[in-house]
C-alpha cells in the first residue's frame, strides 16, 4: 500500500558528510511523520530524528547539532543530513513514515528497506 524508497548511503571517512532521501509512494491521504533509525551490527534500532507534518523536529543526543531532518516540497520525500560523520554512526539506516492512508483505512506505519552508511578511514 506504502512505499519507501532511501538512497544516498555509502562509505565515507570521519568528519565527512552524507545526504540520505527516502520518497513514499502509495495510497496515502497525509503524513503524521516522518523519520530516520538505523542498527548498527549486534545492536538495536535506534531512533535518529523524525518530523512532523508540521515541521517539528526531535532528534537523539548523540546526533544533535550534526544531523539534520527536513521534507521535500512535496511532503513525500525526507531528508537527513548528515556531517561530522563518527566512525560510531556506521549502521544501516532505515526511513520511517507514519501516514493516513486513503479511502478510511486508517493509519499505517511503514519501513524502508534501509542504506548503508559506513564511516571508516
Known amino acids: 500500500q506504502v512505499q519507501l524508497v532511501e538512497s544516498g548511503g555509502g562509505l565515507v571517512q570521519p568528519g565527512g558528510s552524507l545526504r540520505l532521501s527516502c520518497t513514499a509512494s502509495g495510497s496515502i491521504f497525509s503524513f503524521n511523520s516522518m523519520g530516520w533509525y538505523r542498527q548498527a551490527p549486534g545492536k538495536q534500532r535506534e531512533l535518529v530524528a523524525t518530523i512532523t507534518n508540521d515541521d517539528r523536529t526531535n532528534y537523539r543526543d548523540s546526533v544533535k547539532g550534526r544531523f539534520t531532518i527536513s521534507r521535500g516540497n512535496a511532503k513525500n520525500t525526507v531528508y537527513l543530513q548528515i556531517n561530522s560523520l563518527y566512525p560510531e554512526d556506521t549502521a544501516v539506516y532505515y526511513c520511517?513514515?507514519?501516514?493516513?492512508?486513503?479511502?478510511?483505512?486508517?493509519?499505517?506505519?511503514?519501513w524502508g528497506q534501509g542504506t548503508q552508511v559506513t564511516v571508516s578511514s
Open positions: 520511517n513514515a507514519h501516514v493516513t492512508l486513503t479511502r478510511g483505512r486508517g493509519e499505517y506505519d511503514c
